[in-house]
């Protein structure tokens, strides 16, 4: 699952690690209530705030408490901006020009490195969890990563744009097969 909708933040140095908006605190209640009914076992989280504080609503409706998973951060965790994808595209940022084009921009490590850690880390917490139901609140970076690996596809950045708090299903055997059920559901944010 996707984070929710965080603030923008543009610092001259430091790191980026914005907390969530009041619609993305929405977004997140929503998502909570959605997935509440779910016979989730377990809560994994990027270690950013904007995942965990995403996470949070759920851990408080099902009473499980999130585990950090640091494979699971953004390929920009180290970043000293976050601007949401809504407002790079609807100015035509040139920064959202070069993520289209692929270009590995302020990234941490490199495009093969990203993927072999995010594909490593979820398939570590599938191995860790069999037969249970399991939500990771990541980023949009993260889900394209491991879903193209599902696919079969490559992909410097990703294939498509996962919604906020969008929900991506991935059924998986113990004989290693992965099957992807869904891909960015978002009807909780009706």
Sequence with gaps: MRHALPLRVELESGIADPELGAEGHEQAAKMAA??????????????????????????????????????????????????????????????????????WDGADGNPNEFKTRVVQSIEDIIVGNPGGRVVVVCHGGVINQYLAHVLQIETQVGFFYPQYTSIHRVAASRSGKRSIVSINEAAHLR
């Design 34 to 103: 959605y997935l509440g009914t779910e016979d989730i076992e377990a809560i994994f989280v990027s270690p950013l705030r904007r995942a965990i504080e995403t996470a949070r609503p759920l851990e408080q409706r099902l009473g499980i408490t999130a585990e950090v998973v640091d494979g699971v951060a953004e390929f920009d965790r180290n970043s000293r901006e976050y601007v949401p994808m809504e407002e790079l595209r609807a100015a035509n940022d040139p920064r959202w020009e070069k993520l289209m084009r692929g270009e």
